[in-house]
């Protein structure tokens, strides 16, 4: 698995390679595709859980449009495994 400082500096060109890598495509419509994508982008398993954990308090929702709201999920991600807080 990347280390979380290298995954905190993610850029859309990141984003873009794992969407592509994924099979998948934008819009992203379900907590699965979303999965499979932040999988490639941390180099380790995402689950459906862990999805809709960082969902609950990132500033994106399925369907995921951008790259940029692709880029929310994983910093609120890695939020909710490191058990940050949205103030912290």
């Known amino acids: 698995m990347d280390s979380i400082e290298h995954l905190r500096h993610a850029i859309e060109d ?6 592509a890598a994924a099979g998948a495509a ?3 419509e379900d907590a699965t595709t979303l999965s499979m994508v932040l999988t490639v982008m ?3 398993p995402v689950t459906e859980d862990d999805i ?11 369907p995921i449009e951008s ?7 994983l ?9 940050e807080t949205e103030e912290s």
Do not use: H
Not at 14 to 19: T, W
């Open 14 to 19: 990141d984003a873009s390679e794992a969407v």
């Open 26 to 28: 934008l819009p992203i």
């Open 42 to 44: 941390v180099g380790g």
């Open 52 to 62: 809709e954990r960082a969902l609950d308090d990132a500033y994106a929702s399925l």
């Open 67 to 73: 790259l940029a709201a692709v880029l929310k999920v």
């Open 75 to 83: 910093n609120r991600l890695l939020d909710v495994w490191l058990g």
